[in-house]
């Protein structure tokens, strides 16, 4: 979800950093970002500088449109199962 970019944007926010090296990410900032509860995150440091990223997985990525194209094409999960069980699938080609 992002936002308009402003001047206010870049104003950094002031957090404390707690017991273990916690903070808390500003709300403004986690829902800009679309951080929710349990995302992961990348973390790099430059110097004295640190950005922390929402993981890009892969795998979740690719289940995700794996997902979208199931229901795209009304595959059902679990004849797809069955179908892959009994040996019933056939291998393409290409080229």
Not at 23 to 34: L, N, V
Not at 37 to 64: C, N, R, W
Request: glycine share 10%; proline share 3%.
């Amino acid at each position: 979800m992002e936002g308009k970019m402003t001047v206010n944007s870049f104003r950094p926010k002031k957090v404390r950093v707690r017991g273990k090296g916690q903070f808390t990410i500003p709300a403004e900032y986690r829902d800009r970002i679309g951080i929710e509860e349990d995302t992961v995150l990348e973390v790099y440091h430059f110097g004295k500088v640190m950005i922390a990223t929402p993981e890009k997985s892969v795998v979740k990525e690719l289940a995700q449109r794996v997902n979208e194209g199931m229901g795209e094409y009304k595959v059902d999960i679990n004849e797809l199962l069955a179908d892959l069980r009994e040996g019933k699938h056939e291998y393409i080609k290409e080229g």
